[in-house]
């Protein structure tokens, strides 16, 4: 069975800093594309970041851009999300999701980041 | 940047058929592929490249995509399809995915 498992969500102020990760197993990890999706309370779907099963190519979302960064661990089957310079419009709860043909088969129960002074 | 348009909401009575449209530019020439959300939990893909069902999706479900507009439709709505929808492509212009601003399906 597949399993997403998102942690290191919390309560951090604007300006500060947060490292997510996602614990991934029941499929063969190193084999997929994976990526990081956000939803603010009471709105839509956001995607933040891709990244190759390699680590080759790795895109994200303007609104992180130069703030966020994506990585993965093969060996750990691990995908990350370290997040600087968080502002409140980026409090969300943030899904990890497997890539299949450019959709997102499998999705994390979401983590939630709250940004607040 | 590009965009996907959804209608807010979409009522339908049980037994019936909605349709869920998505809009964007020149969206049948990419692959669209659609979400269904429930309160408190995450999305489930419930079709793929425009029309394909995953594993344990009902077979009411279906989908189309053709020049503008992305279309998903569930035949004999039950009531445990209200939710929220969301419809999503693949910008290879600006490499990102993105997802329409979504629909609230109330099942009357």
């Known amino acids: 069975e597949v399993q997403l498992v998102e942690s290191g969500g919390g309560l951090t102020q604007p300006g500060g800093s947060l490292r997510l990760s996602c614990a991934a197993s029941?499929?063969?990890?190193?084999?997929?594309?994976m990526n990081w999706v956000r939803q603010a309370p009471g709105k839509g779907l956001e995607w933040v970041s891709y990244i190759s099963s390699s680590a080759s190519t790795i895109y994200y979302a303007d609104s992180v851009k130069g703030r966020f960064t994506i990585s993965r661990d093969n060996a750990k089957n691990s995908l990350y999300l370290q997040m600087n310079s968080l502002r409140d419009e980026d409090t969300a709860v943030y899904y990890c999701a497997r890539t299949l043909l450019r959709a997102f088969d499998y999705w994390g129960q979401g983590t939630l980041v709250t940004v607040s002074s | 940047s590009y965009e996907l348009t959804q209608p807010p909401s979409v009522s339908v009575s049980p037994g019936q058929t909605v349709n869920i449209s998505c809009s964007g530019d020149?969206?049948?020439?990419?692959?669209a592929c659609w979400y269904q959300q429930k309160p408190g939990q995450s999305p489930v893909l419930v079709i793929y490249q425009d029309s394909k069902r995953p594993s344990g999706i009902p077979e009411r479900f279906s989908g189309s995509n053709s020049g503008n507009t992305a279309t998903l439709t569930i035949s004999g709505t039950q009531a445990m399809d209200e939710a929220d929808y969301y419809c999503?492509?693949?910008?290879?212009?600006?490499?990102?995915?993105?997802f329409g601003t979504g629909t609230k399906v109330t099942v009357l």
């Open positions: 029941g499929f063969i990890f190193s084999s997929y594309e």
């Open positions: 020149k969206l049948g020439g990419k692959y």
């Open positions: 999503q492509a693949w910008d290879s212009s600006t490499h990102n995915f993105v």
